[in-house]
C-alpha cells in the first residue's frame, strides 16, 4: 500500500503541473478581460491609460509562461497570490469555502454508497422482483436527470409545496449566527439531492454483482450446506458483488465535483462552486488554479482510495498498479 501510494503520489506531480499550466493558458485565451472584471463599471469611464496602469498591477500584462512560473514558485511556498475578483487572498477564499463543500461532497456521498448499497442488495437478491424493476426504472431515469433539475424540483416540493426544509443557504434568514443545527436543516435537501444524482450507479453496480455472485458454485456449495439465507448474502454474495462497485467510487470523484458545483449554486451553499464560477468569468489566474489543483487532487486521490479498497477487499488483486 505505501509503495502504490508513493508511485501514485510521485506521478501526480507532473499532472498537477500540466493541470496548471493548462489552467492559465485557456484562461489567457479566453474572450473575457480581467481587468475590466476587476474594475467593474469603473472600467467602463476610465482611461485607457488607467486600465493599462492596472493591468500591470495586476501582472495580467505578462508573458503567459511568466505567469504560470511565478504563480507556481509561490504556491510551492504556501503563497497562493491574491483573488482579484474576490480582492482576498486565495488561501483565505479556498480555507473559508472549502470546508463546506467537502462537508456536501461528504454526506452526498455517503448517501449514494449507503443507500445504492442497500437497495442494490435487495435487488440483486430478487432480480426480476417488484422492487427491482421499480427501483431500476427509477435508477435508469434518473441516470438522465441533471442535478439542478432534481435540486429545483427539491426545492418546489419540500419548500414551498410542504414548508418541511429551507431552500437555501446556510442558515436561517433572521439569524446571523451559524449554528449546527440550523447548518443540519439546511444541508438535507442539498445533500439528498446530490446524493440521489450519484446514487443510479452505485445501485446498478451492486445489483450487478450480487446477482451474478449468487448465481456462482461457492454460493450454491453453502445455500446446499445448509447455511442461513443471510449468512449466504452477506458473507459470500456481497463480498464478492461489492468488488465492482469499489472501483466505482474514484471514477464517480469527477461528477461528484460537477454535481457539488450545480447543486450549491442552485441552494446558494457557501462551497467553491461561486468562487469557481466568479474566478472563471473574470478571468482570476491565482483563483482558477489553485481551486482547479483541488478538483484534480480530489479525482487522483478518488483513483487512489478506489485502487486501495479494491486491493483490501481482493488479496488476489494485490498493490501492484
Same mark, same amino acid.
Given at each position: 500500500?505505501? &509503495?502504490?501510494?508513493?508511485? %501514485?503520489? #510521485? ?9 496548471? *499550466?493548462?489552467?492559465? !493558458? ?15 463599471? !469603473? ?10 496602469? $492596472? ?21 510551492? +511556498?504556501?503563497?497562493? /497570490?491574491?483573488?482579484?475578483?474576490? @480582492? &482576498? ?26 443507500? /445504492? ?7 440483486? %437478491? %430478487? &432480480?426480476?422482483? $417488484?422492487?427491482? =424493476? ?7 431515469? #434518473? ?26 443557504? #446556510? +442558515? ?19 445533500? *439528498? ?20 455472485? #449468487?448465481?456462482?458454485?461457492?454460493? @450454491? ?17 456481497? =463480498? ?35 468562487? +469557481? ?12 488554479? !489553485? ?5 484534480? !487532487? ?10 486501495? *479498497? ?12
Amino acid at each position: 500500500m505505501a &509503495r502504490m501510494t508513493g508511485r %501514485r503520489a #510521485l506521478a501526480a506531480v507532473p499532472v498537477l503541473l500540466g493541470v496548471t *499550466l493548462a489552467v492559465f !493558458a485557456v484562461a489567457d485565451a479566453s474572450p473575457f478581460d480581467p481587468v475590466k472584471a476587476y474594475a467593474g463599471t !469603473a472600467g467602463l469611464t476610465a482611461s485607457q491609460e488607467n486600465l493599462d496602469q $492596472l493591468r500591470q498591477n495586476l501582472g495580467v500584462d505578462r508573458p503567459l509562461l511568466t505567469r504560470w512560473w511565478d504563480w507556481l514558485t509561490s504556491a510551492l +511556498t504556501g503563497d497562493l /497570490g491574491d483573488s482579484s475578483v474576490m @480582492r &482576498r487572498p486565495v488561501a483565505d477564499v479556498v480555507t473559508e469555502r472549502l470546508g463546506w463543500s467537502v462537508l456536501l461532497a461528504a454526506t452526498a456521498f455517503a448517501v449514494a454508497i449507503l443507500l /445504492g448499497t442497500l437497495l442494490g442488495v435487495l435487488a440483486g %437478491r %430478487r &432480480r426480476g422482483g $417488484l422492487l427491482d =424493476r421499480t427501483v431500476s426504472s427509477l435508477a435508469y431515469t #434518473l441516470e438522465a436527470a441533471p442535478a439542478f433539475w432534481l435540486g429545483l424540483l427539491a426545492i418546489w416540493f419540500f419548500s414551498l409545496k410542504l414548508g418541511v426544509l429551507p431552500a437555501g443557504g #446556510l +442558515t436561517d434568514t433572521a439569524s446571523d449566527t451559524v449554528t449546527a443545527d440550523q447548518v443540519a436543516r439546511h444541508l438535507v435537501l442539498p445533500a *439528498l439531492v446530490l446524493g440521489v444524482s450519484q446514487l443510479p450507479w452505485f445501485f446498478l453496480y451492486v445489483r450487478q454483482g450480487v446477482g451474478d455472485a #449468487l448465481d456462482e458454485d461457492p454460493v @450454491r456449495g453453502a445455500r446446499a450446506r445448509g447455511l442461513a439465507e443471510r449468512t449466504v448474502l452477506t458473507g459470500h454474495a456481497l =463480498r464478492s458483488g461489492m468488488l465492482p462497485m469499489l472501483t466505482l467510487i474514484g471514477s464517480r470523484v469527477p461528477e461528484l465535483i460537477t454535481g457539488a458545483l450545480l447543486v450549491e449554486t442552485v441552494f446558494s451553499w457557501p462551497g467553491i462552486a461561486a468562487a +469557481t464560477v466568479q474566478a472563471a468569468t473574470a478571468v482570476d489566474f491565482p483563483l482558477l488554479a !489553485a481551486l482547479t489543483v483541488l478538483a484534480t !487532487a480530489a479525482v487522483l486521490l478518488g483513483n487512489l482510495l478506489s485502487d486501495l *479498497l479494491y486491493g483490501l477487499a481482493d488479496p488476489r488483486v494485490g498493490f501492484d498498479g
